[in-house]
């Protein structure tokens, strides 16, 4: 019969096994997938790539919003159009609502040479009032800048890697789900960590093609937009807000979202230069042709550059070439 002291002997020397083999674990699958350190594993790949991808103190410009800040703008292609962007980052969050982009924008601490946010958005993502769950920037900015005490860095790995099975899943799922450039969650980053997406013929989804969103439009999230305008203001970062490009076939085809859109670019443009920020409609400006979209408000790759294009051009009016 074991005593005591032997069975916690053998107890201890058990739980370190299964915390060396996890950590052990978590480092292999870090090297090739996102642990998953947020509740979006969008946002952990993101995370992942700015660790080992980004000089933090180079970017100068900052790219966000949800897939329509990721998809539509190329970071790489803005970087070309203006002479004032010299280093992009797309910052942006598959489905991240305006309260998500609020807390994304809790990072911006990281990037200590940033002079402009640029807020890539559809009125579509007014609907939604997400936000990130025991989500803690501080720590996520010293993690991504390295600075992080090796002990709370090595605890953060720990808690992202105790689930073994959602680990072995999502590496079974990664280059499935999330590495084909001809599907809506591909996250393969170009070197701003914008996502330019080839969709076009067999591979558009009808449903999404067809049908508009709705037209609906929720307080909060613009109380949250005049929230990062206002902080953006205060900072001395200026900050552009994008309303892209919506199909056109769809705004003709239902009054209710012609109404939206005309109304959201007003609203939005009162707010926005409210604190000194600049405001423009690629969807008044570009009228994009339907060959350029990958369903009724993102763009494929050929559509991005056009739009990324236009908002180079446009920062450089703004600030004086």
Sequence with gaps: MLNNKRYLQILFFIFTL???TTFSYAY???KE?????????????????????IDTKKIDTIIVGSSIGMNNVQGAYLEKASSHVKHALNLSV???????????????????????VIYSAQ?????????????????????????????????????ASKDLPFLAKRKKEWAHKHGRSNDFSYLGFDHTGSVPLHI????????????????????KAFDALFRIAKKMHQKGIKFYFIHQPYRQALVEKDPMVKIV??????NLNVLISKDGGYFLSLHDTLHLEDKYFADRSHLNDKGSII????????IDKSEGK
């Design 123 to 159: 009125f579509s993502d007014f609907q939604h009032l997400s936000t990130f769950k025991n989500y803690h920037p501080k720590t996520l900015v010293k993690y991504i800048t390295h600075t992080l005490n090796p002990l709370k860095e090595a605890k953060l790995i720990f808690d």
């Design 200 to 219: 076009y013929g067999k591979d558009i989804i009808k449903r999404r093609w067809e049908n508009p969103h709705a037209a609906v439009q929720l307080p």
């Design 261 to 266: 859109i005309k109304k959201f670019s007003k």
């Design 28 to 30: 292999y699958f870090s």
């Design 94 to 116: 598959y489905e991240a609502s305006a309260l998500q982009v609020e807390q994304l924008l809790e990072l911006i601490d990281a990037f200590p040479h940033l002079k402009r």
């Design 33 to 53: 997938y996102p642990l998953p350190i947020t509740s979006r594993i969008s946002f952990d790949a993101k995370i992942k790539f700015i660790r080992e991808k």
């Design 18 to 20: 299964i915390g060396i």
């Design 307 to 314: 739009t990324s294009e236009a908002i180079g051009k446009f």
